[in-house]
């Protein structure tokens, strides 16, 4: 993932590697066109490869629409649902059921989130994912199980909160952190310690959600 937002002032730059086969490129572009449905991102696809910051595609996993709008939600800057630092209030984890070659699939990552959690983020796995018995789930949603699990794992469209997300992070103007760290350091309670507070007000007001 990036280390910082992208400009969406004007276009990303997109390229695909040689190797990407047509209907690959076709499957992106449709991903693309989902995103900038939604939100105030646009792409632009080059045929030379730029010079700055740009999006390459050099193989496409399971070719489909809504797995090439998961990894472009990844060069977004969109982690995994389920790996939010607060995933355990929503799912019980099955750890028993877990090949342990995949335990780094259920890591929890340090990120931060502006939007309530989502089930049914197309960033979220579903609940069966590296099961050692796959007819029991690996991950239990702790709220409204009968709806929140089959919708685990959708790829059929953004979720809502995907797209509050997205809008969020790159489409209301003059709401910015002007440091990549502002995330991490919300997290850390510094939007609310004395000490810090002037600081984080000046320079994370999205993270501080003072915007």
Request: overall charge positive; hydrophobic content about 30%.
């Amino acid at each position: 993932m990036p280390t910082k937002r992208w400009d969406v002032s004007q276009p990303i730059p997109v390229y695909f590697d040689d190797n990407v086969a047509n209907y690959e490129r076709q499957m992106v572009h449709q991903a693309h066109q989902m995103i900038q449905a939604s939100t105030c991102i646009r792409f632009q696809t080059n045929a030379v490869k730029p010079v700055g910051s740009h999006i390459y595609y050099a193989k496409i996993p399971s070719p489909t629409s809504s797995v090439a709008v998961h990894e472009t939600m990844h060069a977004l800057g969109m982690n995994h649902e389920h790996l939010r630092n607060d995933r355990d209030d929503y799912i019980d984890v099955q750890w028993s059921n877990i090949n342990p070659q995949f335990y780094d699939y259920f890591a929890i990552a340090d990120s931060s989130k502006f939007t309530p959690y989502d089930y049914g983020s197309i960033m979220h796995y579903n609940a069966f994912t590296a099961a050692i018995d796959s007819s029991k789930p690996t991950m239990l949603p702790k709220q409204n199980r009968a709806v929140n699990q089959p919708i685990m794992g959708q790829r059929k469209r953004l979720g809502d909160r995907d797209v509050q997300m997205l809008n969020t992070m790159y489409c209301r103007p003059n709401c910015e952190d002007k440091n990549v760290y502002c995330g991490v350091w919300a997290l850390r309670n510094l939007c609310n310690t004395r000490a810090q507070t002037g600081w984080m007000t000046q320079n994370c007001r999205k993270s501080c959600q003072l915007c």
